[in-house]
């Protein structure tokens, strides 16, 4: 077995045992209701974000649903026709479990968007830069599903290792920093393409919340990629790296994050619009996270609500651009 296979092997075996781990009973519940929608297309829902790190049920749980293929996903062909544009596809809904109200706001994407979305070739962060993240599977159809996202989803944390590194600091082309530093880069990083502005305290929690994980995927990532050429040398120190990176290299990767970074906010509004297709009553969705955000509550006509992309989008799509909508 080559180093890079190993490095790469022990991520996969950490993030498989991550996967398996259990969730509380309305998030499974809520998950099986999800995958029934979309039916045997689904290959496996993913449970993520801030109700896994809080271990609770209240505020929106975030889901992704991975499917086959998407028209044998949809019942509606319009949702089909969309689900490619700037994947995933985003619904809400709403359910009640033992006399308890349950949310979530959940996306649709294929494997092979997935499988593509967490890859270094991506041209974007939305898939990698969520699934580095600690994740729980849910309603996997078999061996086979289970296998595709142990294999992707450690993808996703090699992808955000080899794209995000370059932002730290350079002195002649050595990048020497913590683990903790590059994790709060990272986010900072991809929740900026995504127009997501979170506080400091915010992003130290993420990484606060499991750092022994982020600290033993990113070791390995950082190995696996300096076996494979990505960097051309590593030490290891204690509680930091040192990363050995040409300086053409260095502008290479840096160029090609700020032009995903464009293309990410691009693809941001794609979503955003199409949205509004598939969300269902996303009016006041939209104003509650925006009010969260801003601080400051946005009252629209009843003409507005009842006709929001005609006679809202003055009001509320320049907030937006400004802000973020998640």
Same mark, same amino acid.
């Given at each position: 077995?080559?180093?890079?296979?190993? !490095?790469? @092997?022990?991520?996969?075996?950490?993030?498989?045992?991550?996967?398996?781990?259990?969730? #509380?009973?309305?998030?499974?519940?809520?998950?099986?209701?999800?995958?029934?929608?979309?039916?045997?297309?689904?290959?496996?829902?993913? *449970? !993520?974000?801030?109700?896994?790190?809080?271990?609770?049920?209240?505020?929106?749980?975030?889901?992704?649903?991975?499917? @086959?293929?998407? #028209?044998?996903?949809?019942?509606?062909?319009?949702?089909? *026709?969309?689900?490619?544009?700037?994947?995933?596809?985003?619904?809400?809904?709403?359910? /009640?479990?033992?006399?308890?109200?349950?949310?979530?706001?959940?996306?649709?994407?294929?494997?092979?968007? *997935?499988?593509?979305?967490?890859?270094?070739?991506? &041209?974007?962060?939305?898939?990698?830069? #969520?699934?580095?993240?600690?994740?729980?599977?849910?309603?996997?159809?078999?061996?086979?599903?289970?296998?595709?996202?142990?294999?992707?989803?450690?993808?996703?944390?090699?992808?955000?290792?080899?794209?995000?590194?370059?932002?730290?600091?350079?002195?002649?082309?050595?990048?020497?920093?913590?683990?903790?530093?590059?994790?709060?880069?990272? *986010?900072? #990083?991809? !929740?900026?393409?995504?127009?997501?502005? /979170?506080?400091?305290?915010?992003?130290?929690?993420?990484?606060?919340?499991?750092?022994?994980?982020? @600290?033993?995927?990113?070791?390995?990532?950082?190995?696996?990629?300096?076996?494979?050429?990505?960097?051309?040398?590593?030490?290891?120190?204690?509680?930091?790296?040192?990363?050995?990176?040409?300086?053409?290299?260095?502008?290479?990767?840096?160029?090609?994050?700020?032009?995903?970074?464009?293309?990410?906010?691009?693809?941001?509004?794609?979503?955003?619009?199409?949205?509004?297709?598939?969300?269902?009553?996303?009016?006041? !969705?939209?104003?509650?996270?925006?009010?969260?955000?801003?601080?400051?509550?946005?009252?629209?006509?009843?003409?507005?609500?009842?006709?929001?992309?005609?006679?809202? &989008?003055?009001?509320?799509?320049?907030?937006?651009?400004?802000?973020?909508?998640?």
């Amino acid at each position: 077995m080559s180093a890079s296979s190993g !490095y790469r @092997d022990s991520i996969r075996e950490r993030v498989g045992h991550e996967l398996r781990e259990p969730v #509380r009973p309305a998030v499974a519940w809520l998950a099986a209701q999800i995958a029934a929608r979309h039916g045997e297309a689904v290959s496996g829902v993913l *449970f !993520y974000g801030s109700c896994l790190r809080k271990e609770t049920e209240e505020g929106v749980l975030d889901f992704w649903v991975i499917v @086959d293929d998407y #028209r044998s996903a949809y019942t509606h062909p319009i949702h089909a *026709f969309l689900n490619p544009i700037a994947p995933p596809n985003v619904f809400f809904l709403e359910r /009640e479990f033992e006399g308890q109200p349950l949310r979530t706001k959940y996306g649709v994407i294929s494997r092979h968007a *997935f499988e593509n979305g967490t890859s270094l070739g991506a &041209w974007h962060p939305y898939v990698w830069a #969520r699934f580095a993240q600690p994740a729980r599977l849910l309603s996997c159809r078999d061996d086979e599903a289970r296998t595709f996202f142990e294999a992707s989803i450690s993808q996703a944390i090699i992808t955000l290792v080899g794209r995000l590194v370059c932002h730290l600091p350079n002195r002649g082309g050595l990048l020497r920093f913590s683990l903790p530093a590059f994790w709060q880069e990272a *986010f900072r #990083r991809t !929740y900026d393409s995504e127009r997501r502005p /979170e506080t400091e305290d915010t992003i130290r929690n993420h990484y606060l919340s499991d750092e022994a994980r982020y @600290d033993d995927v990113a070791a390995f990532a950082l190995h696996h990629l300096t076996a494979t050429g990505h960097f051309d040398a590593i030490s290891e120190h204690p509680r930091s790296f040192s990363i050995t990176v040409s300086r053409n290299r260095l502008v290479r990767m840096r160029l090609r994050w700020w032009v995903m970074r464009g293309y990410s906010r691009l693809l941001g509004l794609a979503r955003l619009l199409k949205t509004a297709f598939t969300f269902g009553d996303w009016v006041p !969705y939209v104003l509650w996270k925006l009010e969260r955000h801003t601080g400051h509550k946005i009252e629209l006509t009843p003409r507005q609500r009842e006709h929001p992309l005609i006679f809202a &989008w003055p009001i509320i799509l320049p907030i937006l651009l400004r802000r973020n909508l998640r």
